[in-house]
């Protein structure tokens, strides 16, 4: 996991808000197959929204700190149902401010 600066953060929630969730945890909960298909869609777009089918925020929480442990990736923000998950690529794309 990589440590962000307040600036950072920023930036890149101004870059995921006109982004549509490309997963989505539904009743079954984090399963493997929604924490593979999470690191797929990071290693193609680095920056992602997850839609969180829990109606529990303490359960969402869990679940956006799950999968940054499991992915190397970073938690972004979380608002609602919608967290936003960074974890930059071999290549990165996305230039973070300093």
């Known amino acids: 996991m990589i440590k962000l600066t ?3 953060r920023q930036y890149l929630k101004g870059l995921a808000h006109p982004l549509s969730p490309v ?3 539904g ?3 984090l399963t ?3 924490l593979k298909e999470t690191d797929g869609a990071l290693k193609a777009h680095e920056l992602i929204k997850i839609k ?3 109606d529990e ?3 969402r929480g869990q679940w956006l700190e799950q999968i940054c442990q499991s992915l190397g990736a970073t938690a972004v923000q979380q608002i609602g149902k919608v967290l936003v998950v ?3 690529a071999e290549k990165p794309v996305i230039q ?3």
């Open 96 to 98: 973070l401010p300093r």
């Open 6 to 8: 307040p600036a950072q």
């Open 23 to 25: 997963v989505i945890i």
């Open 27 to 29: 009743e079954k909960g």
């Open 57 to 59: 925020k303490e359960t």
């Open 52 to 54: 969180a089918g829990s």
């Open 86 to 88: 960074y974890r930059p």
């Open 32 to 34: 493997d197959a929604v």
